[in-house]
Structures are given as C-alpha cells and as structure tokens.
T-cell receptor, first 113, second 113 residues
C-alpha cells in the first residue's frame, strides 16, 4: 500500500546509454513532480505535471523527457547519460497544484560510469 | 542565491539531549513553511507546517517556531533518540510558479548513544 513508488531503486549504467525511471502514486493526487538531489543534498525541481499537463519545466537538458500517461504515473526518460547525471531522483505528488504538501517516493539512485 | 538558508550544516548530539535547528528565508510574500525529515536512503517526510499566523507548533518531540517578521524558523528536538538521526530540511513555497518549492540544504543530525 505504498503511497508513492519508484522503480528501480538503484540504477547503474554507462555513459551514453538511455534509461527510464518510473513513478506511480495511489493517493489520487492531481500533481506529480520529479526532483534531483545531488551530492550536496539540495533538492531541485525538474518537472511538474498537473492532470497529465506539464506545468513546471526547469532549466533541464533536453536529454531529460518526462511522460505522464495518466495522472497516477509520471515517468522520466534520460537519453545519452552523462557522468553529471549521477544523483538521486525523487518523484513526489500533491493533492493539487495549489497544495504545497508533497509526498515523496523512496528515490532512485542513478550512477553513471 | 538560495532563498532558504539553514544552520548548522550538521551536528552531533548525545542520545537524550536536545537540539535546535535554524532556518532563515527570504521568500516574499510568505504563506507557509514546512520542516521535512529525510532518513538516509529515503524520501523526505513532512514533519510540520507553519502558516504565517502561527508562532509554535509541536509534533511529538519536534517543536517548530516561526517569526514571520524576522523570517526565521527553528526546529527543536527534545530528548533525542537514535531514530532522529536524519537530515532536516526547511521548505518554503516559491513565488515563481504554482507548486514550486524552495528547499534549504538541510541540517544533518547524528544522534550517538
């Protein structure tokens, strides 16, 4: 009965590969987010979707492409992975875009070698 | 410049002792401030939310205070337990766009036996 789940938990891959991270929430929330947490522990917003519509798109390389097939799912696809992409990626959701209470998933630790 | 600054960056305390973490923010206008707890290898979990009209709010052994005039908040942990070892993150809604949050870098707390 996990609220926000992500797969995989760990992802180790080589430079230049393409990979995807999946996120699902069973809370019935309208809004979902992708965050990147680097080695300095700062959480930085990457994208946000509200009812499958992109509403936040921070300055992120276009190698990163989010996709929301429905409001319960938000996936992140990364092309041509680089060493600097190594980080922990968190998915989160909130009831609405106006609700600042966000519920986070367990994170996906991506290591690019 | 980050609009949410936290101090100290890290601290070590003995089990059973108290500690206080600080958060200064510059976001304006201000609506609310949250404290999140992030255990190692997990996503952040909300501890408490303070609106601009609240001065103090408790959640078990955690007590948050807010001074909206000086734009400062503190999180006090009473009678610390080993399970309190975590990063504590101060979060304020951004004024850039709906749903966007400004995160502090967090204070890493280590409770030792």
């Amino acid at each position: 009965d996990t609220a926000v789940s992500q797969t995989p938990k760990y992802l180790v891959t080589q430079m230049g590969n393409d990979k995807s991270i999946k996120c699902e929430q069973n809370l019935g929330h309208d809004t979902m987010y992708w965050y990147k947490q680097d080695s300095k522990k700062f959480l930085k917003i990457m994208f946000s979707y509200n009812n499958k519509e992109l509403i936040i798109n921070e300055t992120v390389p276009n190698r990163f492409s989010p996709k929301s097939p429905d409001k319960a799912h938000l996936n992140l696809h990364i092309n041509s992975l680089e060493l600097g992409d190594s980080a922990v990626y968190f998915c989160a959701s909130s009831p609405t875009v106006l609700t600042y209470e966000q519920y986070f998933g367990p994170g996906t630790r991506l290591t690019v070698t | 410049k980050n609009q949410v600054e936290q101090s100290p960056q890290s601290l070590i305390i003995l089990e059973g002792k108290n500690c206080t973490l600080q958060c200064n923010y510059t976001v304006s206008p201000f609506s609310n401030l949250r404290w999140y707890k992030q255990d190692t290898g997990r996503g952040p979990v909300s501890l408490t939310i303070m609106t601009f009209s609240e001065n103090t709010k408790s959640n078990g052994r955690y007590t948050a205070t807010l001074d909206a005039d000086t734009k400062q908040s503190s999180l006090h942990i009473t009678a610390s337990q080993l399970s309190d070892s975590a990063s504590y993150i101060c979060v304020v809604p951004s004024t850039d766009s709906w749903g966007k949050l400004q995160f502090g870098a967090g204070t890493q707390v280590v409770v030792t036996p």
